[in-house]
């Protein structure tokens, strides 16, 4: 009974040893890379004031003038490298106009309101101590809505026009993930125009504002 129970173990023991000879003969499977959510994808958000002016009027007005006004909005992107771009969204409400008419004409105010949409695309000109200047440039449209006309019965309408911006400034890198944004911002929001019942569609010339603006960026990764 000895002599059998020697030989199974004996036995058991070559065919582990096989098992492991022929296992030695298959490489291990590689390891495969861990795969991050939306790497390189960022959301922001921005708050600012600007300076604004209004040009171009035509015939309608002498002369104009246009408040300045905050200004606040969000977006997303994605940066690569040196290299990043986004798709932003800013919100204005409190620009007011005022035109100012010939002799015997009345004079015109109101409150215009917008949304800007942009495309940017920005470069990064390095980073020292966390810090990381850069220079951009963007281009979209702007939704313009005047409201609260002083004269006339306008007719509620709102208009859509080509808008562009050009803007420079400085990043800090808080943490891994997020980065304040300090920059300024010079944006062409186009033309506003509205129709009035006893002058017509009335243009309320090319608004531009220059913005100081302060952002916060969530790089996720």
Not at 124 to 145: C, E, I, K, M, Q
Not at 202 to 207: C, K, R, T, W
Request: charged share 15%; glycine share 12%.
């Amino acid at each position: 009974m000895r002599g059998v129970l020697m030989r199974v173990v004996a036995g058991a023991a070559a065919l582990v040893a096989g098992e492991s000879a022929r296992a030695a003969d298959y490489p291990a499977p590689p390891l495969q890379p861990v795969q991050e959510f939306a790497s390189n994808w960022y959301i922001r958000g921005d708050v600012g004031y600007g300076v604004q002016t209004s040009s171009r009027g035509g015939s309608t007005f002498s002369g104009s003038s246009v408040t300045n006004g905050p200004t606040g909005g969000v977006g997303f992107g994605i940066k690569k490298d040196w290299f990043r771009a986004d798709v932003t969204a800013d919100y204005g409400s409190n620009a007011r106009f005022h035109g100012f008419n010939p002799a015997f004409a009345p004079d015109l105010s109101a409150r215009i309101t917008n949304v800007t949409t942009l495309l940017n695309a920005y470069f990064d000109l390095g980073t020292w101590w966390g810090l990381t200047p850069y220079v951009g440039a963007g281009a979209g449209f702007s939704y313009f809505r005047p409201i609260e006309l002083s004269i006339g019965q306008a007719t509620i309408s709102s208009n859509i026009d080509f808008a562009w911006a050009g803007n420079a400034g400085l990043a800090y890198n808080v943490s891994r993930n997020i980065l304040i944004d300090l920059s300024y911002r010079y944006l062409d929001m186009g033309t506003s125009r509205a129709n009035i019942a006893p002058l017509g569609t009335v243009s309320f010339g090319n608004i531009a504002t220059q913005q100081v603006r302060l952002g916060l960026r969530y790089q996720i990764d």
